[in-house]
């Protein structure tokens, strides 16, 4: 069964009202803080603090401390998923464009993923993955990760990288920052995943085959 837009916008419904919540009861704060005489320097403050809670809003819980990879995968795999990240590469799109990997929640038109240099396309998007982890160690010894590009009009292509033990030590001391790119997104958080809607010949393989790691949020 398939979702309608109208199905995606209410299930954000419930952040979306505890956000309105929290953003009131800072507003009061500020209020108060004023009215008692406040300085201008905690004004400040205030203003940044609603500006990551915005920020944060339609992310995971705790992204707003960690990249979104950590609370998917947990730090050693999450470390491993940026070692492995191919590095983004153009290729022609039709019009013979050179086209880069972008997120497809913000551009879906050859013009915003025109190449302009290894990290940004001429209209300043950022070189995007979406991940996808099967963690089979118990069971095989190795974690294979599957990365996901999409070039608008030349659709998705798979990058697939598998790593044991050995490998996953050796990444260790990876950092992993949400000014790195290419942008990684888990697609096992994801939240409405299966439900966006993409002409066919750009539908995504991986819709309806990725398990949800939070189940209240991402499904």
């Not at 979306?16 to 800072?26: D, K, R, S």
């Not at 996808?132 to 999409?150: A, I, M």
């Not at 490998?167 to 439900?195: F, M």
Request: hydrophobic share 40%; aromatic share 8%; proline share 10%.
């Amino acid at each position: 069964m398939r979702w309608g837009k109208n199905d995606e916008r209410g299930s954000a419904s419930v952040e979306q009202a505890g956000l309105v919540a929290l953003i009131a009861l800072l507003l009061l704060a500020a209020i108060a803080a004023v009215a008692a005489g406040g300085e201008v320097k905690a004004g400040r403050g205030l203003a940044g603090a609603i500006s990551r809670r915005l920020a944060c809003a339609p992310r995971l819980p705790d992204a707003c401390r960690h990249h979104p990879l950590v609370p998917a995968y947990g730090w050693p795999l999450a470390r491993l998923s940026r070692a492995l990240a191919p590095a983004p590469e153009a290729k022609p799109g039709p019009s013979g464009l050179p086209l880069v990997p972008v997120d497809f929640r913000r551009c879906r038109r050859e013009s915003c993923a025109v190449t302009a240099g290894p990290h940004l396309t001429a209209s300043r998007r950022r070189t995007t993955a979406f991940t996808q982890l099967d963690d089979r160690r118990r069971s095989l010894g190795w974690v294979e990760l599957t990365y996901w590009l999409y070039r608008p009009s030349l659709g998705w292509e798979r990058i697939v990288r598998r790593a044991d033990q050995t490998q996953i030590d050796a990444a260790s001391g990876v950092p992993v920052l949400l000014k790195d790119d290419p942008a990684l997104v888990p697609l096992e958080t994801l939240p409405g995943r299966n439900h966006y809607d993409f002409p066919a010949g750009e539908r995504p393989p991986w819709q309806w085959h990725v398990h949800g790691r939070y189940p209240g949020w991402s499904d």
